[in-house]
């Protein structure tokens, strides 16, 4: 499975920005999609999961502003942030797990001014 991330960019405070994640080989194997984040000098953090079922999952940091959601096909996963804070600011990397083995795209960056 191949993840190609993108939409992120530079806002302002309380601003909002929608990435798109697209998936492309075997997509139909998929079992979650979720999205991570690496903010500079700190580890990397889930941020909001959804399974084939289309539950969801948030960190506390992010619930009530941000929504995954995803395709019918699998193979588009998008992450719509709203009310976003300059400590939102990082790489977001989107991610998919097929059993036990995960995959990842190569990260887009959200930056956050105040």
């Known amino acids: 499975v191949q993840l190609q991330a993108s939409g992120g960019g530079l806002v302002q405070t309380g601003g909002s920005l929608r990435l798109s994640c697209a998936a492309s080989?075997?997509?139909?194997?998929?079992?979650?999609m979720a999205w991570y984040r690496q903010a500079p000098g700190k580890q990397r953090e889930l941020v909001a999961v959804?399974?084939?079922?289309?539950?969801?999952n948030y960190a506390d940091s992010v619930k009530g502003r941000f929504t995954i959601s995803r395709g019918n096909a699998k193979n588009t996963m998008w992450l719509q942030m709203n009310s976003l804070k300059p400590e939102d600011t990082a790489v977001y990397y989107c991610?998919?797990?097929?059993?036990?083995?995960?995959?990842w795209g190569q990260g887009t960056l959200v930056t956050v001014s105040s």
């Open positions: 991610n998919v797990r097929i059993i036990a083995t995960y995959y």
């Open positions: 080989g075997s997509v139909f194997r998929i079992n979650t």
């Open positions: 959804i399974t084939s079922e289309g539950n969801t």
